[in-house]
């Protein structure tokens, strides 16, 4: 067996480190010529070989030209340590390549410097024509995971995930437990239990993994063109808002509730009517109200010895319901989340905005009951009698729930604030309307 | 003189590849040295990283004396960050950094430059001497702090591996076992008749206390040279060892207060083994072949000590730490590595990261006095008739005596 050892640009620390009694030994008793290694004075460099053991990584055209040329003339090409393999620590300047992204590499020794028992294993296998298993690269094959959950409402596309994390632990804090890690290192992703669609999967619909997203990774089903669409046609004329939406959206885009309210009629809703499904509820004695579906289905799956009461929005034909949650998409409601109004909103031209009032507000501000947050608030109050409980589970209630819209401010404690402000100004512009 | 001789020869033997051209016309001659690899730019590769992580990077520059290159940036860096080294500590870090120079020595005398100048049959015998001697140094060194080539057992201002009596005494017994080899191949080398040729440049730079001290504890570092003593700081080592760009060449070259200069075994005999007989020391001044001698010399001379410090050092306990002073943002470090005088500086911002680096290396040192001692060597031998081929052998056997090596050559040079 003829072998050639060389170095392209590199410390020229593996080939040193051969130099010594075990290697040259055993190349001798196996009877393999060194026919080229230009730093011991192996000179031969024309010929043919069985083996090349190559150095260091390819930088100069030089690199690249005498590559190439030993390449042709070799029937194995080992890459010899880190520079060969990977690119070497030179590889931090940027224009280091491997030999692999120039020609075909048949084994790959790893190591700065290289492991002589590895070189010595190798070209014994080699030279008894054994199988040798130098062959496979770690992080050759790996890709990042790039499965779509979707069903229909909810979608996660796993090439746009960035594995932040934020939506498992919004899904958590709801109570959900939908949303996990899976697989380490660079194959981590996100997924639902068994990747299983997700109202499979267990989740409420809340929406809060794609409010919190920020990659853009987590998204539902967008209506709003059709509601768009109802209202060209003369289907729809009529817009039911839900407060918080209302102040939301307000927040979110630096208008007031009066400018809001304008900016539905210049979509082209005849009537806008701010309207809070809670009063829709007869007595609550004795039962926990679930503010939404999401929370609903919550309760029925935690606290099925719990009485629940879901407030049903009365929503007449030609109307459309536009809430802070996801869930009521999920339920047969026309409805539209405050986020996919904003998205129409956004095409209206602001400064002609002017003011106007809601047609009708069925909204009790303040009505005498107690809101809960959590799963574990509303376990603590049961022991005090449930009558009047409100759970609603979105951390900052309604006003952060997952149908809301985007807003330009980073801090939520800030965003809570100031949606507050603009749900009090609602509520006396509220009792305005109805003194008219 | 009409005819004109010009050889380009790619040189191997010598640690990366490198091309020497030699022009010989008209009495007059002219030699360029250059590296045929490209450079890796080091320095440009510590900026902005963390001061513990640079040791490893720069001793990644080469993969024959890495050693050398880990202590002079920990040295550096140990300054700027206000690391005092203690005495224990520092003389493990001499043994380390003398093991690795007399194994690199050995390996280059005895498989590198014995093929110049004895018959086949000869250097096969003293190749086998010199393979039983590294593996003996190699145990030794591997005994002390891991490996050869880019060492892990490191870092600034400590050891990350155990190093007590137990590891001591082991290094000593295979130097002891190294030593036989080391001296047979020690005495061939001084038996070689080496070619004569009349050093152009007789002006030298080693550390004044590099035959008991390889690797300081930190500056201003006294330096030898034939005019006197040096002291080299931060402040002045631009000044003292000047590198100036060639126009013909991609590696950089140096002068010593304006003159060429060389330094590594050579160069350190000269500045401190005033004991050695005077005949000796008359060749080393005045032949620059010599540095095969003084290697040798060196190498022995280095086993004997290694032996005795790793004897008096095994015989009590170590205090392997260091304490801390004061931080002052830069630093200059200095060693002698196999092939000569190493310098590396480096600045430390304020956020603790790498702002600045230079690496002055021996071979960038050597290069400028190794073209002119190649051009007088190859106008002699062309006045005395002699061919192309033999020529060309001669200056090859030159570049070899001077022990280059091209993976150090860490700059880039930008040409305008």
């Known amino acids: ?436 | 003189m009409s005819s004109a001789l010009r050889i380009s020869r790619e040189v191997s033997r010598v640690a990366g590849e490198s091309t020497l051209e030699v022009v010989v016309e008209g009495g007059r001659a002219r030699a360029s040295y250059s590296s045929v690899l490209s450079l890796r730019n080091f320095e440009a590769l510590t900026k902005g990283r963390r001061p513990s992580e640079v040791p490893y990077i720069a001793s990644r520059i080469c993969g024959v004396c890495s050693h050398a290159h880990f202590w002079a940036s920990s040295l550096a860096l140990e300054q700027a960050l206000g690391i005092e080294v203690g005495e224990d500590l520092a003389a493990i870090r001499d043994v380390c950094n003398r093991l690795q120079l007399v194994q690199n020595h050995v390996v280059h005398l005895g498989l590198l430059v014995l093929p110049d100048y004895v018959s086949r049959e000869r250097f096969e015998e003293h190749a086998r001497l010199t393979l039983a001697a590294n593996s003996y140094l190699l145990k030794a060194l591997n005994a002390l702090c891991g490996r050869l080539t880019n060492p892990v057992g490191y870092s600034l201002g400590r050891l990350l591996t155990p190093v007590g009596p137990r590891h001591l005494k082991a290094a000593a017994d295979y130097l002891r076992e190294a030593r036989t080899y080391v001296a047979k191949l020690s005495e061939a080398i001084l038996g070689l008749e080496l070619p004569e040729l009349e050093d152009p440049a007789p002006s030298y730079v080693a550390l004044s206390q590099a035959a008991a001290v390889t690797v300081p504890t930190g500056g201003p570092y006294s330096l030898t040279t034939p005019r006197g003593t040096v002291e080299l700081s931060e402040d002045n080592y631009r000044s003292v060892l000047h590198e100036v760009h060639a126009e013909y060449s991609n590696s950089r070259k140096c002068v010593l207060m304006g003159e060429p200069f060389f330094v590594g075994a050579r160069a350190r005999l000269l500045a401190t083994r005033r004991d050695l007989p005077a005949g000796i020391l008359r060749t080393l001044a005045t032949n620059p072949f010599s540095n095969n001698y003084a290697q040798a010399v060196e190498a022995l001379a280095a086993v004997d000590l290694l032996v005795e410090v790793l004897g008096e050092l095994s015989s009590r306990a170590l205090r392997l730490g260091s304490s801390s002073g004061t931080p002052r943002g830069s630093g200059l470090g200095v060693v002698e590595a196999p092939r000569g005088l190493l310098v590396h500086y480096y600045r430390v911002s304020r956020d603790g990261r790498v702002e600045e680096a230079d690496i002055v290396t021996p071979t960038v040192m050597n290069t400028y006095h190794l073209e002119l001692s190649a051009a007088t060597l190859a106008r002699d031998l062309a006045r005395r008739g002699l061919g192309e081929g033999e020529v060309a052998r001669y200056v090859e056997a030159l570049v070899r005596a001077y022990d280059p090596c091209i993976p150090c050559a860490v700059h880039v040079v930008i040409r305008r």
């Open chain 1, 1 to 436: 067996m003829r072998i050639a050892i060389l170095g392209l640009s590199g410390c020229d620390g593996c080939q040193y480190n051969l130099v010594r009694e075990d290697f040259l030994n055993f190349l001798r008793s196996r009877g393999i010529e060194v026919a080229y290694w230009p730093l011991v004075g192996a000179e031969e460099g024309s010929g043919e070989y069985d083996v090349a053991l190559v150095e260091g990584s390819v930088i100069s055209g030089r690199d690249l030209e005498v590559l190439k040329s030993v390449r042709s003339r070799s029937r194995v090409l080992v890459a010899l340590g880190a520079c060969a393999t990977l690119g070497g620590v030179q590889a931090g300047l940027g224009f280091s390549r491997s030999l692999a992204s120039y020609v075909r590499v048949d084994y790959y020794l790893r190591g700065c410097p290289v492991e002589v028992g590895e070189v010595l294993d190798l070209l014994d296998k080699l030279s008894r024509g054994l199988p040798a298993k130098f062959g496979e690269r770690r992080f050759d094959h790996v890709e990042r995971p790039t499965r779509v959950i979707a069903d229909g409402l909810i979608e996660l596309d796993g090439s746009k995930c960035i594995t932040c994390g934020r939506c498992i632990e919004v899904c958590r804090r709801v109570g959900a437990h939908v949303l996990n890690y899976f697989r380490r290192g660079i194959e981590t992703e996100v997924v639902t239990p068994y990747g299983e669609p997700f109202s499979k999967a267990g989740c409420v619909l809340c929406g809060l993994c794609a409010a919190y997203c920020p990659a853009g990774a987590v998204s539902y089903r967008l209506d709003i063109e059709e509601v768009l669409q109802g209202l060209r046609e003369g289907s729809l004329v009529s817009a039911y808002v839900e407060p918080e939406a209302l102040a939301s959206l307000a927040e979110s885009e630096g208008l007031t509730p009066q400018q809001v309210v304008a900016a539905l009629k210049a979509l082209g809703f005849r009537y806008v009517v701010v309207y809070d499904p809670l009063s829709e509820l007869g007595r609550v004695d004795g039962v926990v109200v679930a503010r939404s579906p999401a929370e609903e289905r919550l309760l029925r799956r935690y606290l099925p010895e719990v009485r629940v009461e879901l407030p049903r929005p009365a929503i007449p034909p030609g109307a459309v319901y536009v809430t802070q949650c996801l869930s009521w998409k999920a339920v047969g409601l026309r409805a539209i989340t405050a986020r996919e109004l904003q998205l129409a909103i956004r095409r209206l031209n602001y400064p002609t905005l002017g003011e106007e009032r809601p047609d009708s507000v069925l909204w009790v501000p303040g009505a005498a009951m107690r809101r809960v947050g959590s799963l574990d608030e509303l376990r603590r109050s049961l022991g005090g009698g449930c009558g009047g409980l409100v759970l609603e589970v979105c951390p900052g209630g309604c006003l952060l729930g997952g149908g809301q819209p985007l807003t330009p401010c980073t801090d939520l404690g800030e965003v809570l604030a100031r949606r507050r402000a603009r749900l009090e100004e609602l509520a006396k512009l509220g009792s305005e309307v109805a003194r008219s």
